[in-house]
């Protein structure tokens, strides 16, 4: 019973690891829930979930043969499996190693969230919405953003990966935002789950190292982000099938 | 709108365009700048934008290939990149002879913020924009409060149905190319 989502944007600095983090947060209150830090080359989820100090990450199960239960920690009533910031470590790992460890981890829970990389440059940045059954574009009102999460998905559904919705965060109140909302949702086959407000408390709960839910669970972007969660309906499939799916990706052996 | 010859600073390609928007707020440039958006699929719409600076802040923006000026020539500039940008700088007395135009003006942080998606630049921009361009001595309102309330470059973007009909499709291709680069089915 598990189906993966890929949290995805196209741009950084729009806020997905803090979006990552917050609705595996609010999904957990119904559902197992892993979240995995699918962005190795700013692997950053390790910070905001207090981190930073583990041995083993998602790193050493993609170079070193690390087993991926060595880099799983129960933090905040989810599975979090952080990767490492090393850019050697980066350089070595396999990221096709990926879809395996996706395959083992979906055996073992019902909601997967994969943070994505911030650009659609690579093969190991848009492999997590290749593995995805759905993504979740995470966008700010502003034309760069907008355009790159068209591209998103584009690339998601060139794949056959599904779009579940829109994630307006880091939202101004200046930024007429219900009406371009609605105009966007025109462009997209996913509705908006929620606009999220920009906020201190997002900043500072990166600062403290913890997830904004557990950080500020009643600032109004928590809340924003509950809304959000609320509107996803995960589907119930067979693991097992599910596990298949990732071990018969159309994701080749070798780089 | 008539921009008379300046004298060319810098010619070069860029992915994105708030790179040259930082240049010119960091070198306080008075002068302009041209985008020629290079997507060869969206050049049907052809034409280039010049965004107008003084001492490194926005005053001025107008697209060539649709003749819109202010918010709506950012929205037209908005392309998937890479744009080639040249940046000339030009005396006073220059860009005073292009004269007042309403229809073309945009606030201090607009392009910073809608066209660029850069917050952080567009707040720097309007530090450095006189105190009368920030805040309007009659209501209080900022230019780019005012700007809200007309059509701003984000829905003008939104509006332009043929524009994200050629970025989804640049996008698939795209992404079917790269499937076979790297061996997606």
């Known amino acids: ?255 | 709108m008539n921009v008379p010859e300046g004298t060319l600073l810098k010619s070069r390609v860029v992915e994105r365009p708030r790179d040259p928007l930082a240049v010119a707020l960091d070198r306080s440039l008075t002068g302009y700048a041209v985008f020629e958006p290079q997507e060869a699929l969206l050049l049907d719409a052809g034409g280039c934008g010049i965004i107008t600076f003084r001492d490194g802040v926005p005053e001025l923006a107008y697209y060539t290939g649709t003749d819109r000026g202010g918010p709506r020539a950012l929205a037209d500039l908005a392309m998937p990149g890479p744009y080639h940008v040249e940046l000339y700088r030009l005396a006073r007395a220059e860009l005073a002879s292009i004269g007042e135009h309403d229809g073309l003006a945009i606030p201090p942080g607009m392009a910073a913020e809608r066209l660029a998606g850069d917050p952080a630049l567009a707040s720097s921009t309007r530090r450095a924009a006189p105190a009368a361009r920030r805040t309007d001595a009659t209501d209080g309102e900022t230019d780019d409060e005012r700007a809200d309330a007309e059509p701003g470059a984000v829905e003008a973007f939104l509006a332009d149905e043929e524009k994200i009909d050629a970025i989804k499709t640049q996008a698939r291709t795209e992404a079917q190319r790269r499937a076979e680069e790297w061996g997606f089915e």
């Open chain 1, 1 to 255: 019973m598990v189906e993966a989502f890929a949290v995805a944007s196209g741009k950084g600095g729009t806020g997905k690891t803090t979006s990552t983090l917050a609705l595996g947060m609010a999904l957990s209150e119904e559902h197992d829930v892993t979240v995995v830090d699918a962005d190795m080359g700013m692997a950053n989820m390790l910070f905001h979930a207090g981190l930073s100090d583990v041995e083993t990450t998602l790193h050493d199960v993609l170079t070193a043969d690390a087993p991926v239960a060595a880099a799983t920690y129960d933090r905040f009533d989810m599975t979090v499996v952080p990767c490492g910031t090393s850019l050697d470590d980066f350089r070595d790992a396999d990221p096709t190693r990926l879809r395996e460890v996706v395959a083992q981890l979906a055996a073992d829970t019902d909601v997967l969230l994969l943070d994505s990389a911030a650009a659609l440059d690579s093969r190991s940045a848009v492999l997590p919405i290749v593995l995805a059954d759905r993504v979740i574009v995470v966008l700010q009102p502003t034309i760069p953003a907008l355009s790159d999460a068209l591209k998103v998905q584009e690339y998601a559904t060139s794949y056959d990966t599904g779009v579940a919705g829109l994630l307006f965060n880091k939202v101004h109140d200046d930024d007429a935002i219900d009406e371009i909302a609605t105009k966007t949702e025109q462009y997209f086959d996913g509705s908006t789950l929620s606009t999220v407000p920009d906020s201190e408390a997002a900043r500072e709960a990166r600062r403290a190292g913890r997830p904004l839910l557990a950080h500020a669970p009643s600032s109004p972007p928590a809340e924003s982000f509950r809304q959000a969660a609320a509107r996803i309906d995960v589907r119930n499939r067979g693991s097992e099938a599910v596990a298949d799916r990732f071990r018969s990706a159309v994701v080749p052996d070798s780089p």
